[in-house]
């Protein structure tokens, strides 16, 4: 990971500005306070920050399901490959329905892996 320095940067969020009207309750206290965008990347001690708040295990298990959703995720676009190089699979059902069963067991995978995060996360 050389070259990306103390700083990865990520796409930057925007926060509503502050209206003229915003709420007060019935003491004239305001309600809400202004808010501003920062622009930027996200510096490392904020990771770190992060880290430190959810502890060991739960910063891995959250790597892990993020790492099992996206092989699941590879993995279904690999099967379409496969699946529409196949020159049966328009022509026979039996072949289609094989190729469109483990289709759609890698997009149940996909979204079923937040079950394996939270074994995980309780064991």
Known sequence: MSGLGSRLFVPCLYVAKKDDDDEEDDHGVRLTKAEKAEKGGVTLAIYKDFYNSFGLIFSIGT??????YQGFAIGGNMWLSVWTADPEASTSDQVRNKYLGIFGLFGLLQVRRQDIFFVFRHA
């Open 63 to 68: 790597i892990f399901a993020f790492a099992v």
